[in-house]
């Protein structure tokens, strides 16, 4: 209703998973990574855990979207089963076949297994994701203990992530459940957002809606903050209701008036009250803090003047002051530089690449990297994505009220980055980045000799030659003649995206020649040191694919 008012392209705090609209917090970060970790484990149990409305199902979904093409995944949101149903319901969502009526767990625990061994010969990582696990029986969460033992003689077969409150935690750690419990291999917890990420959380769903306007000021913000105690899922609710409050009002700005009203109208008027009476008690409990503190601290300064006896007049004390490290003492604070930013950061991504560039009014920076063999990629992801590319980028960048600028991203380490801010180098911090960084970043790459596009089987030319010839020198072996893209070709791109982590699909799309570049071509500027790749996993990965697998 208020979309087209707001100038919204499609609703901001819709409540359904999004992984687009996944604002990641410094938790979210680590719970995505402990996710990504346990998924690249070999076998066990992957545990995380929030209240409701924190994020987990989003973060999960998030995770699905950097999963390769060579994964099965079985995914299910009604976990109150019984066992048979449960082991029922895993065929279903694998696509295993059973008999119809069938009850034997047996059978179904014997094609699972069947299933898993087929796709782990073809190359396949099978991955089960059970939603609200607190729910799950002590004698289904059994089963899932048994299914973790199917394995070969190297490898577990399956990988197991459960989702769910706090309860689960609690039900693990009953005594009958231990050996589960001595299965989870990575735990994360996941908490409210903090008052600053509240704001940052809000700033960024609009964002990705297409509205930069500040449509909830700061003082709202903390309306905000107080009502929903940082829960996601609460924020988008009460969002959703004062921005329709506020477009029936024909405002511009949701102000704390309507957002409270809004609290009446998604709490219920007695939950909204024992609220405020919550709150109550616990800005009378701090400001009862806070007085025994200034007591505490005016008794203390009282004690502290009377006279000390004089003896100890001639007692020499040294006090010696930790120096701060040299990494903080010359950190750059992160802000808004000036005016025509955008236009400055290219100036500094392109003098990485050896070019010049020059702002002209209707010729863009991407128009002018053509007409030196460059060619632009703008999207939208993390840090960890842009250390994956390992080229110089610019990013969108906005400052404590909003407003956007440009800088270009030359060097990064763990955590720290240099950026050319303007015209000067900056030293900053990784979660200074993060904290004024909504994904948004421009990179320039080099294209292929005679380029038209993704190089797909079938395609031949000097561009496929050129393909050869760089997967050649990486894999340390002979170019071919008179070559097209056929399935021998297709198997060596494979085989490199793989060991670069890309999606296997055999296509050379732009992700793709990144990493053939920044492999082979000393020309390309880099954001670190690149590491040769361990040969040991390339021939690993090489027998993969002989089998069968992508």
């Known amino acids: 209703m208020y979309k087209d008012f707001f100038g919204f392209l499609e609703m901001p705090f819709s409540i359904a998973p999004d992984p687009r609209y996944l604002y990641m917090s410094e938790q979210h970060r680590e719970a995505l990574a402990h996710l990504v970790y346990g998924f690249k484990s070999d076998g066990g149990l992957v545990l995380l855990t929030g209240e409701i409305g924190t994020g987990k199902t989003t973060v999960c979904r998030c995770l699905l979207e950097q999963t390769h093409e060579n994964s099965v995944i079985a995914f299910i949101i009604n976990p109150k089963l019984t066992v048979e149903e449960l082991l029922a319901t895993i065929c279903d969502e694998f696509g295993i076949k059973y008999p119809e009526g069938n009850t034997s767990i047996k059978l179904f625990v014997d094609l699972i297994n069947m299933f898993l061994l087929d ?3 073809k190359g396949y990582k099978c991955l089960l994701i059970i939603d609200e696990a607190q729910n799950l029986s002590a004698d289904v969460l059994e089963q899932l203990r048994l299914l973790t033992n199917l394995e070969t003689n190297q490898h577990k077969l399956l990988q197991i992530i459960l989702l769910g409150q706090p309860e689960l935690r609690d039900k693990l750690s009953q005594p009958e459940l231990r050996q589960l419990a001595q299965r989870v291999i990575a735990r994360y917890h996941l908490g409210p957002l903090s008052k600053k990420d509240v704001a940052a959380y809000v700033t960024h769903r609009l ?33 959703d209701r004062a921005l329709l409050g506020t477009f029936v009002q024909g405002k511009e700005q949701v102000n704390k008036s309507t957002l409270t009203k809004a609290a009446r109208e998604v709490f219920g008027e007695a939950e909204y009250k024992y609220q405020r009476r919550q709150m109550s008690v616990w800005l009378l409990a701090a400001l009862m803090l806070m007085v025994f503190a200034a007591v505490f601290a005016a008794a203390y300064y009282n004690h502290n003047k009377e006279p000390r006896p004089k003896e100890s007049q001639n007692v020499s004390v040294n006090i010696i002051e930790h120096p701060k490290t040299t990494e903080s003492m010359q950190m750059d604070t992160l802000q808004w530089p000036m005016d025509k930013s955008q236009d400055m950061a290219f100036q500094s991504l392109f003098k990485q690449w050896g070019v010049s560039y020059k702002p002209e009014e209707n010729v863009n920076a991407c128009q002018q990297a053509q007409a030196h063999s460059l060619r632009c990629l703008n999207a939208v992801g993390s840090l960890s994505s842009v250390r994956q590319l390992n080229i110089p980028v610019v990013l969108k960048l906005f400052d404590a ?6 800088a270009a991203l030359i060097f990064l380490k763990d955590q720290t980055a240099t950026l050319v801010v303007g015209t000067e180098n900056k030293k900053v911090s990784v979660k200074d980045i993060e904290s004024h960084w909504l994904g948004e970043y421009t990179l320039l790459w080099r294209t292929p000799p005679d380029y038209h596009g993704d190089i797909q089987p079938g395609d031949k030319g000097i561009a496929v030659q050129w393909l050869d010839k760089q997967l050649s020198l990486i894999q340390g072996r002979t170019t071919r003649e008179n070559l097209i893209y056929d399935d021998e070709l297709v198997r060596q791109v494979k085989k490199f995206q793989l060991a670069e982590s890309l999606v296997p699909d055999g296509i050379v799309g732009t992700q793709t020649l990144i990493h053939l570049n920044t492999a082979l071509d000393s020309r390309t500027p880099m954001l670190s040191s690149r590491q040769a790749n361990d040969s040991s996993t390339l021939r690993v990965i090489d027998d993969s694919l002989s089998r069968g697998g992508k």
């Open 401 to 406: 009220h909003g407003k956007e600028f440009y």
């Open 207 to 239: 964002s990705v809606a297409g509205v930069r306007n500040e449509l909830f000021p700061a003082s709202t913000i903390n309306t905000l903050f107080r009502l929903s105690k940082g829960v996601p899922r609460l924020i988008n609710v009460l969002c």
């Open 119 to 121: 796709a782990h010969a």
